[in-house]
């Protein structure tokens, strides 16, 4: 039986990380930061790579298909030398599933609930070398992509409505009487 496991961290500048370096690491491909001009050589193992894929949002330029290109346009649309540029995530996939079932999954959850925001990713499917432990690590840019103009949009900080005790006011959908998610 499958046990649910996820790990969401950042890529954070200021302790020595990129994106680049990130991407190189779980795919097991050798990549170069254009920002720092540091090479990655992509020490993990290669035959535990199953299957590396990146999705994109609607209006997104299509050389971004590339993941290095991808993660260096993301390094290179933040400046400040402490930035956040991405988030790493890792999840546990059911053995149950087959290796197609696995990417669709994967695809699924990303399509659902990254790229549909605007958000870009680029995922990774790893077993260990018996064959057992699959899951998905999953890069995605800290910034949309705007679907009208195709270029990275301004970070911004969500203010949310709060009750007396400072906990968030629920939005109620009117038609649906549920809750609303991300308002």
Same mark, same amino acid.
């Given at each position: 039986?499958?046990?649910?496991?996820?790990?969401?961290?950042?890529?954070?500048? /200021?302790?020595?990380?990129?994106?680049?370096?990130?991407?190189? !690491?779980?795919? /097991?491909?050798?990549?170069?930061?254009?920002?720092?001009?540091?090479?990655?050589?992509?020490?993990?193992?290669?035959?535990?790579?199953?299957?590396?894929?990146?999705?994109?949002?609607?209006?997104?330029?299509?050389?971004?298909?590339?993941? %290095?290109?991808?993660?260096?346009?993301?390094?290179?649309?933040?400046?400040?030398?402490?930035?956040?540029?991405?988030?790493?995530?890792?999840?546990?996939?059911?053995?149950?599933?087959?290796?197609?079932?696995?990417? %669709?999954?994967?695809?699924?959850?990303?399509?659902?609930?990254?790229?549909?925001?605007? !958000?870009?990713?680029?995922?990774?499917?790893? %077993?260990?070398?018996?064959?057992?432990?699959?899951?998905?690590?999953?890069?995605?840019?800290?910034?949309?992509? /705007?679907?009208?103009?195709?270029?990275?949009?301004?970070?911004?900080?969500? %203010?949310?409505?709060?009750?007396?005790?400072?906990?968030?006011?629920?939005?109620?959908?009117?038609?649906?009487?549920?809750?609303?998610?991300?308002?």
């Amino acid at each position: 039986m499958a046990i649910y496991s996820m790990h969401v961290s950042n890529v954070s500048r /200021s302790a020595g990380s990129s994106s680049v370096a990130s991407l190189s !690491y779980i795919t /097991s491909s050798r990549m170069r930061d254009e920002r720092t001009g540091e090479t990655f050589h992509g020490y993990g193992r290669r035959e535990r790579v199953l299957h590396v894929a990146t999705l994109l949002p609607e209006g997104a330029p299509r050389e971004w298909n590339d993941p %290095e290109r991808l993660f260096n346009a993301v390094e290179a649309a933040e400046r400040r030398l402490d930035a956040r540029p991405a988030k790493k995530i890792m999840v546990a996939l059911p053995r149950e599933l087959t290796g197609v079932q696995r990417i %669709e999954a994967v695809e699924s959850f990303i399509r659902r609930q990254l790229t549909a925001c605007g !958000y870009a990713a680029t995922y990774a499917i790893h %077993e260990d070398k018996a064959g057992n432990n699959p899951h998905a690590h999953i890069i995605v840019a800290n910034r949309r992509i /705007s679907p009208t103009t195709g270029r990275w949009a301004a970070k911004s900080r969500s %203010e949310f409505a709060l009750d007396e005790h400072g906990q968030r006011i629920p939005v109620i959908d009117p038609e649906t009487g549920l809750q609303k998610v991300g308002a």
